[in-house]
């Protein structure tokens, strides 16, 4: 489903992450540590529960589409048997 190159950071977001990275480690104080933590982890909570939502979505639409496949492919067959029939 995911290819390798997939898990690889762009460049643009590898600089972004490098400016916050640098911000935390020039931090002293806890108490901002701390809130930004929070909101990380908030943010963190949130991205897994929409990406969860999507993905659930999109594995009911794949098996509606499957259903109505095999429902048309059911239909075909009972045509084609009631034809052979008579």
């Keep these: 489903m995911l290819s390798q190159e997939d898990f690889e950071i762009p ?3 590898q600089l972004r992450m490098r400016v916050v990275l640098d911000e935390i480690e020039t931090c002293n104080d806890p108490t901002i540590l701390k809130a930004h933590l929070k909101q990380c982890t908030e943010t963190l909570v949130k991205y897994q529960h929409l990406l969860g939502k999507i993905l ?3 594995i009911k639409a794949e098996l509606g589409k ?4 095999a429902s048309t492919i059911v239909e075909e067959l009972e045509r084609d ?5 008579k």
């Design 56 to 58: 659930e979505k999109q």
């Design 11 to 13: 460049l643009e977001k």
């Design 66 to 69: 499957w259903t109505l496949e």
């Design 81 to 85: 048997n009631d034809a052979e029939r």
